[in-house]
């Protein structure tokens, strides 16, 4: 039968339909491939056809937006939001408006048009990861950016454009929907138990293990008890931190190792699924206008962490009329699986 279960921190409810049980040899359909011009800008070589470099990992005393790079960060070509002006904010009658200010950027992960982050040298995958913070860091100076979101689009199914391995970060000068509600749900668990929401999660999944993936002494990787999607999987660091970007070096190799790992997991189990990952850090609590005390228990209340979303299911009318969502595979069983593949 059937079951609802409520995610607490997203205040999701999903129908488990366990009558609709689909094993990972049910999702393994044939994977469209990326249509893309006949070169890729991305590639070495092409330095010229991106907007100029932001911050690039390449040997010291080579030249900028040239070849000899390892992996790069630049300005996106075509923005969702614009870096220059101010926001504007303003009433329209009952509606609200605002400029479409922010930043688009782009992390090309890998010189290798092919490789993608399952493959890539752990070593290599922390440079990436270091990426990631130094742009974080960066862009979270500017005042105007109340979020900071890094995300990644694999395969077509999932959004990706191009096939080059890359990232995506993008500062909004409001804070997403989906952040408040798990930053509003981890405020409030913390002023009624004095703990971390994510932490009591963690330690729960932890003791119960039928949804633990892996696990060593930096991170936990599981399926959410609601999970919305089969093979969804959530990354926790152990130790209680509310910012990605302030985690010391050690962490993020640690988080490369884990990454790389369960990517892999999902690549054997469901061959090369499209996916989506997301970073869920603490906002920006440097920006012009805050809510008086609204972040004074951040460092306490808020656990960062990444959320993978694996895309082997479509979202339908129920889902959008309803915000339910409905996935046919139990957590249970899909951890069951990736803890059995052999990577």
């Known amino acids: ?33 990326v249509h893309e011009a006949p070169f890729c ?8 056809k991106t907007p100029p470099e932001i911050l690039a990992v390449r040997p010291p005393g080579w030249p900028a937006n040239g070849p000899g790079w390892e992996a790069r960060v630049i300005p996106n070509k075509y923005p969702a939001l614009s870096i220059e002006g101010e926001p504007e904010r303003r009433g329209v009658g009952l509606y609200d408006r605002m400029r479409g200010i922010g930043a688009h950027e782009v992390v090309i992960e890998h010189p290798s048009h092919t490789l993608h982050m399952a493959d890539m040298e752990r070593a290599h995958l922390e440079k990436v990861l270091w990426l990631y913070q130094e742009r974080l860091r960066d862009l979270s100076r500017d005042a105007r950016f109340k979020y900071l979101l890094v995300f990644k689009n694999h395969g077509p199914a999932a ?17 997403p929907r989906a952040i408040s509600m798990e930053l509003e749900s981890a405020r409030q668990h913390y002023h009624l138990k004095e703990r971390c929401l994510l932490c009591d999660i963690l330690a729960q999944e932890m003791e119960a293990r039928d949804r633990l993936v892996t696990l060593d002494e930096h991170f936990a990787v599981f399926a959410p008890y609601a999970s919305r999607f089969p093979f969804e999987l959530i990354v926790v660091p152990r130790r209680h931190n509310h910012s990605f970007s302030e985690e010391p070096r050690s962490t993020v190799a ?30 920006n609590t440097e920006t012009v206008v805050r809510r008086a005390n609204y972040w004074n228990t951040l460092p306490q209340d808020w656990h960062w962490h990444v959320e993978v979303l ?24 899909a951890a069951a699986f990736l803890r059995d593949a052999l990577v």
Request: aromatic share 8%; proline share 12%.
């Open 1 to 33: 039968m059937s079951e609802l279960r409520h995610d607490p921190l997203s205040r999701r409810w999903v129908i488990i339909a366990s009558e609709r049980s689909r094993r990972p040899s049910d999702f393994l359909l044939d994977h469209e491939p």
């Open 41 to 48: 800008p991305f590639c070495p070589g092409h330095e010229e």
């Open 159 to 175: 959004g990706a454009t191009l096939d080059h391995p890359h990232t995506q970060i993008i500062g909004t000068p409001v804070t």
């Open 254 to 283: 640690a988080l490369a190792a884990t990454l790389k790992d369960l990517l892999l997991r999902l690549k054997v189990v469901l061959r090369d699924p499209p996916y989506n990952f997301v970073v869920h850090t603490a906002p």
């Open 310 to 333: 694996p895309r082997l299911t479509k979202v339908a009318g129920f889902e959008w009329g309803s915000g339910f969502y409905i996935n046919p595979t139990a957590p249970e069983e």
